[in-house]
């Protein structure tokens, strides 16, 4: 596409001179630019009040390869702060509208929608991009992609993350008017899960205060909503997104607010209880998407140092930034060189499932195993299934093609704080009685 | 409107229907429709204010696609005012959005009884002499202003006005406001109703920390001369008492009242803070003063009287482990006290608009309700006429910020931000337009005449963000100067 080079000036501006205040590596050209818009892929996941912001910043900071992944719907209680949607779009896909939405106005980029689960997508999708940027609500989402970007890095021998294979990853999360932007660099900076901690598991009431001491209004909604419900509605499951079930837990939340003399039950609070809503607004959503562009674009062509490597914006008094320099967990199980195992050649790939479902660090079921690209088992789809099945009953070591020690890719589910959510793991498959005969070190191949 | 509830309910969920009814009122204006003042009107039309009127003489030129998100290809060559005012008005049809097509500089100069009519203007990427003008009109005509711009890899965001004043500050972590060591007579009375020795195991496993601290504060006291556990080996001494009255290692409540018990030694009387508010000079009302300091002349005379040397009792309970009946009549007694200290600010407030000549009921009971169940958050922000920061700078804190490592980047900013103004004020363009020329001065912002997409969206977003808490009366705005950091994001607040 005839493109005047004016439309770039700033940007250039900012690529084409030197500075004292760039990285090291840092050489100012007009080639920089043409990397960021020929070479550079980025895929942003989530097309909500972050993702609409990330992918106006990325497609107004030179990024021409974008993708997006998003399985939601839009609804209208998103248009107070997702710009790229209208009332009429109220249904569609929002990966969808938001691509079609920013190539519209921003000429030159090229948005690829996929509206689905980020699940169902295979390794090799995620492969492809240089950086990932994410604009997610949900702890279990960001958790799944860090495993994904994490499952590319590979250790040299020293143990030492080899700089081609880190995929680094922009995230930002906001809550009100608080907000957080980071940098991970897998194998360099701490993963999500390096840092957990940050993110604490949501406290639920207990039942027996809901069934026997109610004191708030939410114990009310909470004791329609979880005990209520399933003793009235044997076997039918309570949908949050049919306004019916919510106005019947509310009706019963109120008649039990009532028998108690408890105050405060609104069909506000109880949507928020039950869906467990955070609120959002527009402009905490536009300070951190522009933070994690800013990095993205910082991240790519090295005109500048980078955020190290997690900052917090707080606006409800006064106006509080803070940056941190957290730290990598040495033992870190999805950003580290893996766990490891020692396992005898005969072990067959059914066994070796069934020992990392015991294995204390692991305990990881229903796992699907892939080895270098190669799909060793699929769970799912049963096509899938019945293609791999016959793979259960050979050494893994044969289908490892006979290496002494290599890594190997398992995506499972695992329990945490008593959920089951799906996880990513990478494991060091070391084979006993096998000398370094193929001179083949873990980190090699591919 | 049914529609707009659902459309506005997760900021609802933040500044509720006062605060979305007050961004409805307000008519906001913002000269430069550049990224950084598309950015900021942006979020703000998305939160349904009234209305909104760009400023702005220049067209669209191609280079303006490159970094404007409120422009497209069909612009060029427009008004930039009008085209943005465009695709803004696309956001939320419910905003009023006008456009006019003149230079903010030119404005200010010819006619500036046109910013009078707005609640709050916003400037963005004016030149110095402008903004020391366009303060001086703001502040006579009691119009709110902010000031961003986006500079290369750095920003600033300046609030100026001269006083704002908040009541519902919704702080993220304030200390409840239970009197645990100070109980009135009603809680005392309820407090010791309740038998802590109680044999029925719910019972005793169901006693809200309230009545367990006050209870056990008391009995404290009276053994050790009328004090309350002050030093650190007392207060183990106090928890080791509250385990003590355990009767089994799974009791919530006890295990509460032992995280509690500090609460047991919060100092009686006022905050610093509070302090400072109703000794104010403001605090001496007359017919001029507004609700706000005349609520404050009440409270402060509450506090000297019936208060004890108290502020008016907030009147929650947080949640906590306990039976539903204990919890509900505590809640009462809570609610029912802090009503009976609204009704006697009530009544100072309506002898104090007496005397000074206002109608007594010019102020509504719900208000001062609010400001009593605020009474000890409330906040005042005051901000230097942006003249005086200029000409009258202070040279200690100035001193202080550079030899600071935390702050020494940001103060070299400002006085780069400041260096790139008076060199445009007097050549008239700014540096970095032309390359070549004054590089070397200047080498360290880098790219002065940018303005970068994502540092604009970012600027844009503080800028509204302070605009939101300024109309909605609620939370508290930022102090000082913002000066962004873009290269490793150690922004900071300058107070200068
Ligand atoms: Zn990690």
């Given at each position: 596409m005839a493109e005047s080079a004016g439309r770039w000036r700033d940007l250039d501006k900012l690529l084409l001179r030197p500075g004292n205040?760039?990285?090291?590596n840092f050489e100012p050209g007009p080639e920089l630019r043409d990397d960021l818009q020929t070479y550079a892929r980025v895929l942003v996941v989530g097309a909500g009040g972050l993702g609409c912001e990330l992918l106006k910043d990325l497609a107004l900071s030179g990024f021409r390869n974008i993708d997006v992944i998003d399985m939601d719907r839009i609804e209208v209680t998103n248009l107070n702060r997702q710009?790229?949607?209208?009332?009429?779009?109220?249904?569609?896909p929002k990966a969808e509208v938001a691509a079609m939405r920013v190539m519209e106005r921003v000429s030159g980029v090229n948005i690829v929608p996929h509206f689905c689960r980020?699940?169902?997508?295979?390794l090799d999708f995620y492969s492809d991009f240089t950086i990932i940027a994410l604009g997610l609500d949900s702890i279990e989402a960001r958790s799944y992609i860090n495993a994904v970007a994490c499952s590319f890095l590979e250790y040299d021998s020293d143990d030492n993350p080899l700089e081609e294979s880190i995929k680094p990853m922009v995230d930002g999360g906001t809550e009100g008017f608080k907000g957080h932007a980071r940098v991970i660099l897998p194998g360099k900076t701490p993963c999500f899960e390096c840092t957990i901690w940050l993110f604490p598991p949501q406290v639920k009431f207990p039942l027996c205060t809901l069934a026997e001491t109610p004191r708030t209004a939410a114990h009310c909604i909470e004791y329609a909503h979880l005990i209520k419900w399933d003793e009235v509605h044997s076997g039918k499951s309570f949908d949050a997104d049919d306004p019916e079930h919510m106005q019947w837990v509310f009706s019963e939340a109120v008649k039990r607010a009532e028998l108690f003399g408890i105050p405060g039950v609104t069909y506000s609070l109880t949507q928020g209880v039950v869906k467990n809503i955070i609120p959002a607004i527009a402009s905490t959503n536009a300070i951190i998407s522009a933070a994690c562009a800013l990095e993205a674009l910082k991240i790519m062509t090295g005109c500048s140092k980078t955020l190290s490597n997690y900052l917090t914006y707080n606006g409800l008094e006064g106006l509080h930034t803070k940056v941190t320099e957290f730290v990598r967990e040495?033992?870190?199980?999805?950003?580290?060189p893996g766990v490891l195992l020692e396992l005898d050649t005969s072990v067959t790939l059914q066994k070796f499932i069934e020992l990392i479902g015991e294995h204390p660090k692991l305990l990881l079921s229903k796992p699907s195993i892939t080895y270098r690209g190669k799909t060793?088992?699929?769970?799912?789809p049963p096509v899938l299934e019945e293609m791999t099945?016959?793979?259960?009953?050979?050494?893994l070591y044969d289908l490892m093609d006979k290496v002494s020690k290599d890594v190997i890719h398992v995506n499972g589910m695992t329990s945490k704080n008593d959920a089951k959510q799906s996880c990513l793991l990478k494991l060091r498959i070391v084979f006993k009685g096998i000398d370094g005969m193929t001179d083949m070190d873990m980190a090699s191949g591919a | 409107m049914v529609e707009s509830k659902t459309k506005y309910d997760r900021q609802l969920r933040i500044w509720g229907e006062q605060g979305q009814a007050a961004l409805e009122q307000a008519c906001i204006c913002l000269l430069g429709c550049g990224p950084t003042g598309s950015e900021t009107l942006k979020n703000l039309v998305l939160g349904g204010v009234g209305s909104i009127t760009i400023v702005d003489g220049s067209k669209v030129v191609e280079?303006?696609?490159?970094?404007?998100?409120?422009?497209?290809?069909?612009?060029?060559?427009?008004s930039k005012a009008k085209s943005v005012c465009f695709f803004l008005q696309e956001l939320n049809d419910a905003v009023k959005a006008k456009f006019v097509e003149e230079s903010p500089e030119a404005l200010i100069e010819r006619?500036?009884?046109?910013?009078?009519?707005?609640?709050l203007v916003i400037a963005t990427q004016l030149v110095e002499p402008s903004v020391l003008k366009l303060d001086i009109i703001c502040r006579q005509a009691n119009v709110m202003l902010i000031c961003a711009r986006s500079y290369g890899l750095t920003g600033l965001v300046r609030i100026s006005l001269k006083e704002h004043t908040v009541?519902?500050?919704?702080?993220?972590h304030f200390l409840d406001d239970l009197r645990l060591n100070n109980p009135w007579p009603e809680l005392k009375r309820f407090v010791e109703s309740i038998?802590?020795?109680?044999?029925?195991p719910v019972v005793h496993k169901h006693t809200p920390y309230v009545v367990i601290l006050v209870k056990l504060a008391d009995e404290w006291a009276n053994s050790h001369g009328g004090c309350l556990p002050s030093t650190r080996e007392e207060k183990k001494k106090f928890k080791d008492l509250l385990k003590g009255?355990?009767?089994?290692?799974?009791e919530d409540n006890y295990n509460e009242a032992i995280e509690a018990s500090f609460k047991i030694s919060?100092?009686?009387?006022?905050?610093p803070a509070l302090h400072r508010i109703i000794n104010d000079?403001?605090?001496?009302?007359?017919?001029?003063?507004s609700d706000f300091w005349v609520m404050v002349a009440a409270l402060k005379e509450f506090i000297a009287n019936e208060g004890g040397g108290e502020a008016?009792?907030?009147g929650s309970l947080p949640d906590m482990t306990s039976l539903t009946e204990y919890y509900v009549n505590l809640q009462k007694i809570y609610q029912a006290k802090a009503e009976t200290d609204v009704l006697a600010v009530e009544q100072r407030v309506r002898n104090i608009l007496k005397r000074i000549g206002?109608?007594?009921?010019?102020?509504?009971k719900s208000n001062i309700k609010s400001f009593c169940r605020n009474a000890r958050k409330l906040s005042v922000c005051r901000y230097r006429p942006i003249e005086d920061e200029f000409n009258s700078p202070m040279p200690a804190e100035l001193q202080k910020y550079l030899i600071d490592e935390d702050y020494s980047i940001a103060v070299g900013f400002y006085i780069l931000l400041r260096a790139v103004d008076r060199f445009a004020a007097n050549y008239n363009r700014i540096p970095g337009?032309?390359?070549?020329?004054?590089?070397?001065?200047?080498?360290?912002?880098?790219?002065?005449a940018v303005e970068l997409h994502a540092v604009a969206a970012f600027i844009g977003g503080i800028a509204s963000q302070e605009v939101i808490k300024l109309i909605t009366k609620q939370f508290v705005p930022m102090s000082g100067t913002f000066i962004f950091n873009g290269?490793?994001?150690?922004s900071q607040l300058l107070a200068l």
């Amino acid at each position: 596409m005839a493109e005047s080079a004016g439309r770039w000036r700033d940007l250039d501006k900012l690529l084409l001179r030197p500075g004292n205040i760039v990285s090291p590596n840092f050489e100012p050209g007009p080639e920089l630019r043409d990397d960021l818009q020929t070479y550079a892929r980025v895929l942003v996941v989530g097309a909500g009040g972050l993702g609409c912001e990330l992918l106006k910043d990325l497609a107004l900071s030179g990024f021409r390869n974008i993708d997006v992944i998003d399985m939601d719907r839009i609804e209208v209680t998103n248009l107070n702060r997702q710009f790229l949607f209208r009332l009429q779009d109220v249904g569609k896909p929002k990966a969808e509208v938001a691509a079609m939405r920013v190539m519209e106005r921003v000429s030159g980029v090229n948005i690829v929608p996929h509206f689905c689960r980020i699940e169902d997508k295979e390794l090799d999708f995620y492969s492809d991009f240089t950086i990932i940027a994410l604009g997610l609500d949900s702890i279990e989402a960001r958790s799944y992609i860090n495993a994904v970007a994490c499952s590319f890095l590979e250790y040299d021998s020293d143990d030492n993350p080899l700089e081609e294979s880190i995929k680094p990853m922009v995230d930002g999360g906001t809550e009100g008017f608080k907000g957080h932007a980071r940098v991970i660099l897998p194998g360099k900076t701490p993963c999500f899960e390096c840092t957990i901690w940050l993110f604490p598991p949501q406290v639920k009431f207990p039942l027996c205060t809901l069934a026997e001491t109610p004191r708030t209004a939410a114990h009310c909604i909470e004791y329609a909503h979880l005990i209520k419900w399933d003793e009235v509605h044997s076997g039918k499951s309570f949908d949050a997104d049919d306004p019916e079930h919510m106005q019947w837990v509310f009706s019963e939340a109120v008649k039990r607010a009532e028998l108690f003399g408890i105050p405060g039950v609104t069909y506000s609070l109880t949507q928020g209880v039950v869906k467990n809503i955070i609120p959002a607004i527009a402009s905490t959503n536009a300070i951190i998407s522009a933070a994690c562009a800013l990095e993205a674009l910082k991240i790519m062509t090295g005109c500048s140092k980078t955020l190290s490597n997690y900052l917090t914006y707080n606006g409800l008094e006064g106006l509080h930034t803070k940056v941190t320099e957290f730290v990598r967990e040495k033992d870190c199980l999805v950003c580290g060189p893996g766990v490891l195992l020692e396992l005898d050649t005969s072990v067959t790939l059914q066994k070796f499932i069934e020992l990392i479902g015991e294995h204390p660090k692991l305990l990881l079921s229903k796992p699907s195993i892939t080895y270098r690209g190669k799909t060793l088992y699929m769970q799912a789809p049963p096509v899938l299934e019945e293609m791999t099945r016959s793979n259960l009953i050979l050494p893994l070591y044969d289908l490892m093609d006979k290496v002494s020690k290599d890594v190997i890719h398992v995506n499972g589910m695992t329990s945490k704080n008593d959920a089951k959510q799906s996880c990513l793991l990478k494991l060091r498959i070391v084979f006993k009685g096998i000398d370094g005969m193929t001179d083949m070190d873990m980190a090699s191949g591919a | 409107m049914v529609e707009s509830k659902t459309k506005y309910d997760r900021q609802l969920r933040i500044w509720g229907e006062q605060g979305q009814a007050a961004l409805e009122q307000a008519c906001i204006c913002l000269l430069g429709c550049g990224p950084t003042g598309s950015e900021t009107l942006k979020n703000l039309v998305l939160g349904g204010v009234g209305s909104i009127t760009i400023v702005d003489g220049s067209k669209v030129v191609e280079d303006d696609l490159g970094n404007n998100f409120m422009l497209d290809e069909s612009s060029v060559g427009k008004s930039k005012a009008k085209s943005v005012c465009f695709f803004l008005q696309e956001l939320n049809d419910a905003v009023k959005a006008k456009f006019v097509e003149e230079s903010p500089e030119a404005l200010i100069e010819r006619h500036p009884s046109f910013f009078s009519q707005f609640t709050l203007v916003i400037a963005t990427q004016l030149v110095e002499p402008s903004v020391l003008k366009l303060d001086i009109i703001c502040r006579q005509a009691n119009v709110m202003l902010i000031c961003a711009r986006s500079y290369g890899l750095t920003g600033l965001v300046r609030i100026s006005l001269k006083e704002h004043t908040v009541i519902d500050s919704k702080p993220d972590h304030f200390l409840d406001d239970l009197r645990l060591n100070n109980p009135w007579p009603e809680l005392k009375r309820f407090v010791e109703s309740i038998d802590l020795n109680s044999t029925d195991p719910v019972v005793h496993k169901h006693t809200p920390y309230v009545v367990i601290l006050v209870k056990l504060a008391d009995e404290w006291a009276n053994s050790h001369g009328g004090c309350l556990p002050s030093t650190r080996e007392e207060k183990k001494k106090f928890k080791d008492l509250l385990k003590g009255r355990m009767i089994a290692i799974d009791e919530d409540n006890y295990n509460e009242a032992i995280e509690a018990s500090f609460k047991i030694s919060a100092s009686p009387g006022i905050s610093p803070a509070l302090h400072r508010i109703i000794n104010d000079s403001s605090a001496e009302v007359d017919s001029t003063s507004s609700d706000f300091w005349v609520m404050v002349a009440a409270l402060k005379e509450f506090i000297a009287n019936e208060g004890g040397g108290e502020a008016p009792l907030e009147g929650s309970l947080p949640d906590m482990t306990s039976l539903t009946e204990y919890y509900v009549n505590l809640q009462k007694i809570y609610q029912a006290k802090a009503e009976t200290d609204v009704l006697a600010v009530e009544q100072r407030v309506r002898n104090i608009l007496k005397r000074i000549g206002r109608e007594p009921g010019a102020i509504s009971k719900s208000n001062i309700k609010s400001f009593c169940r605020n009474a000890r958050k409330l906040s005042v922000c005051r901000y230097r006429p942006i003249e005086d920061e200029f000409n009258s700078p202070m040279p200690a804190e100035l001193q202080k910020y550079l030899i600071d490592e935390d702050y020494s980047i940001a103060v070299g900013f400002y006085i780069l931000l400041r260096a790139v103004d008076r060199f445009a004020a007097n050549y008239n363009r700014i540096p970095g337009v032309y390359d070549g020329v004054m590089d070397e001065d200047i080498s360290c912002l880098k790219t002065i005449a940018v303005e970068l997409h994502a540092v604009a969206a970012f600027i844009g977003g503080i800028a509204s963000q302070e605009v939101i808490k300024l109309i909605t009366k609620q939370f508290v705005p930022m102090s000082g100067t913002f000066i962004f950091n873009g290269i490793d994001h150690k922004s900071q607040l300058l107070a200068l």
